[in-house]
Nanobody, 125 residues
Framework: QAQLRESGGGLVQAGGSLRLSCAGS????????MGWFRQAPGKEREFVAA????????FYADSVKGRFTISRDNAKKTVYLQMNNLKLEDTAVYYC??????????????????WGQGTQVTVSS
């Protein structure tokens, strides 16, 4: 059974940085796109970033472009999200996700194969 496990969340002051990790297990993810979503209290889950593991093409939400960087280590089946210059509005539970095949409309519909349990990121003033 494939699983995704997030780590690295926590409390940080505005302007600070955090790095999230998402470790995959239970299968190979070489042909998968992996990425991140977030969900703030009272809001819908929204796309943050994704990376295609066989081409390294990257995709970002406009709200995080220039501040967040997604990367991956295929050998470790791990995807990272480096978050810099964090803002109060970045506070949310961050979820890792993986889907077989290229990045596409399924990522906008949240119709993905695997999801992690989430890790809390709290940005304070």
């Amino acid at each position: 059974q494939a699983q995704l496990r997030e780590s690295g969340g926590g409390l940080v002051q505005a302007g600070g940085s955090l790095r999230l990790s998402c470790a995959g297990s239970g299968r190979t993810f070489s042909s998968y796109t992996m990425g991140w979503f977030r969900q703030a209290p009272g809001k819908e889950r929204e796309f943050v970033a994704a990376i295609m593991l066989n081409t390294s093409r990257k995709f970002y939400a406009d709200s995080v472009k220039g501040r967040f960087t997604i990367s991956r280590d295929n050998a470790k089946k791990t995807v990272y999200l480096q978050m810099n210059n964090l803002k109060l509005e970045d506070t949310a539970v961050y979820y890792c996700a993986a889907d077989y095949g290229p990045y596409g409309s399924k990522w906008q519909k949240l119709e993905l194969d695997y999801w992690g349990q989430g890790t809390q990121v709290t940005v304070s003033s």
